[in-house]
């Protein structure tokens, strides 16, 4: 077991933030978290619990980490035929698109419209990731998790996780208690296309595919993404900075009044869903740069660190869009990423 000290989480994290780690480790087992996990309470004790990792895509550090930073790399893909379905239960610390892309090679379907997103399968439930329509909710079976507290495995069931948009039991109530290890989706043999978002439908047209398979979905998905979104290789950012807000039928009706060209989709709870992006970009942010922390000029909801801004940065200029966006238009943002 390789354990650093005072190492740099900077290849680690998808924003590109100089950021340390108190103690930096991997486990690829459960015993091996266990026993990392023992010794984060022993004492090399940090001031703060043990922060679990995947691939870094949705956390922002403003500070250093006082304490243990645990990479999971549980790895393994399994399946079993159930009915016509088929689970697939992958290791959280395999990537997730390489995860999705299997899936389609195998011809497990179901997750296409997820193609292309960063990070872990162990992360994939955090948030109930989403995406052109679809969320892993729709597809999810079950998953196990350490539990920190009680000190075993513990399997979760749909219902118990308390799937939301963009949320979940485990970003909740139960945050920092469990460590996802492994999860498994129902897939099926048998396409059900999720093609209603505009852009798909665009760029299958463009692709000149007219029966679409999901793999086409998958590329569609693919392309679109990567015409849109900035490569956080190339300009570190964590994907949507921001929630999608959701106001009240009468709330948005008087906002139709003041702003007609607005627009709102029916929010899968209550009321209708607003695009926090054209919030953000009526409000004049949009390329909006301040030294190297930015608004993305394609995609408003993204912020970015053009290579040196600092955590604490990017965090005021968030904090700045949410109360500007607040003043405009009397909705208050939610920070999607995890700050740290
Ligand atoms: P990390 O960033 O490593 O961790 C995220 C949070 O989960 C942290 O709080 C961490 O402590 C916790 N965590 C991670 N793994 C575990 C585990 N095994 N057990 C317990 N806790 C854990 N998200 C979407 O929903 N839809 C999108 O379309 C989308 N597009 C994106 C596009 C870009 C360019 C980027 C950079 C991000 C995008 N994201 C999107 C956000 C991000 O990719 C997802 O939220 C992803 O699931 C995060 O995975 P990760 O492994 O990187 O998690
Ligand atoms: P977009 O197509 O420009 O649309 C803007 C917003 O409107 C999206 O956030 C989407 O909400 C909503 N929307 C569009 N068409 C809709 C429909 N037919 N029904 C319901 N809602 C609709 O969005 P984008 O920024 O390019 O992103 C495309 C997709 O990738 C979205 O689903 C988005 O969530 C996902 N994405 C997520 C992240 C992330 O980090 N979370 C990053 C990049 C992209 P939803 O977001 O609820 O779908």
Redesign the pocket.
Known sequence: MVIQENASLLPF??FGIQAKGRWLSSFSTADGLAELLDRSEGKEKGAVPP?????????LFTHDVDGWVLR?EIPGIDAEEDGGDVLVTAG?GEN?HAFVLHCLDKGWFGLEN?SL????V???P??N???YGVEIATVFDSLE?WDKEDRKIIRFYKGDCHFGY?ESY?KKEGRGR????RVTYRLSRKPHLHTAYGAIKEELERMGVSSPAPRDVSNAVIHI?RSK????QVTG????FFKNPTVPQVQFNQMKKDHPEIVGYPSMESGVKLAAGWLIEQSGWKGYRRGDAGCHPKQAL?LVNYGEATGKEIWQLSQDILDDVHTKFGVTLEREV?IF
């Open positions: 994290n998808t922060l679990i990792l995947g691939g870094g895509s949705n956390v999971n959280a997730w997820l997103i960063p990070g872990s162990g992360a994939s955090m948030q990731i989403g995406a998790a963009r485990f469990f460590v996802i290890l993404r979104l900035p490569d956080p950012n964590a994907g949507s993204v995890n």
